[in-house]
């Protein structure tokens, strides 16, 4: 079983950077709802929650032990998100980015070199910076920005499903990803204002 390390922050520490931001997203993939970025600082002496992991390899249960556990002992930590509108109006790789960035903004402390997963974030100087392959598989602050984005947007998916305009299509228990009951409900009942149309198959919509 793999748990992520503190080995990349070690380094950065020992270079001499203080604050080392841990950044990833979630809701890429989804049909439906906003895309969420999380920023996680930890510092040198943390003592990381036991169990922290990519949160794809964690139960919900266990996501939400963490997430709690991560926000009593980070640094500091910040959430950016975009609408469904702006992953519409700009597409999913450019809002990506943009709810990096708001995460980024929003972090207090504000970090001297950001940790990402897979990805370097435009306009941010470069030597800030470090793209990590599978960066939630292998390093800590990664690994909590990934469980505390994915916990956030689950909650907010559940607080749609309570809504009785979306109901029908059970976002709390999918996330708005293309499950086989997702794509029944897009055939009964079409698309609503939180849907991204444009990643819905055709075949879904032609009915």
């Known amino acids: 079983m793999i748990y992520p390390t503190l080995d990349i922050e070690k380094d950065l520490w020992n270079q001499g950077y203080r604050f080392i931001a841990g950044i990833d997203e979630a809701g890429r993939g989804s049909w439906a709802g906003p895309v969420v970025a999380a920023a996680v600082v ?13 949160s794809k390899l964690l139960t919900p249960k266990k996501r939400e032990e963490l997430d709690e556990q991560i926000r009593e002992v980070a640094v500091g930590f910040a959430i950016g998100e975009v609408s469904v509108e702006g992953i519409e109006k700009r597409g999913i790789a450019v809002a ?10 929003d972090l207090d402390p504000e970090p001297d070199f950001s ?16 793209a990590v392959k599978k960066g939630d598989l292998h390093c800590v602050s990664i690994a909590a920005a990934s469980i505390v984005a994915k916990v956030y947007r689950d909650n907010l998916m559940r607080q749609f ?16 990803y293309g499950t086989k009951s997702h794509q029944e409900a897009i055939r ?12 819905i198959p055709g075949k879904l919509l032609d009915v």
């Open 161 to 176: 499903d309570e809504d009785e305009e979306f109901g029908v299509y059970q976002f709390g228990k999918h996330k708005g």
């Open 42 to 54: 930890f510092s040198p002496n943390i003592k990381v929650p036991e169990g922290l992991r990519d």
């Open 96 to 105: 990506t980015q943009m709810a990096m960035r708001r995460a980024l903004r």
């Open 115 to 130: 940790l990402i997963d897979y990805f370097t974030i435009q306009y941010i100087k470069k030597s800030s910076q470090k």
């Open 188 to 199: 009964e009942f079409g698309v609503c204002r939180i849907h991204r149309v444009s990643f």
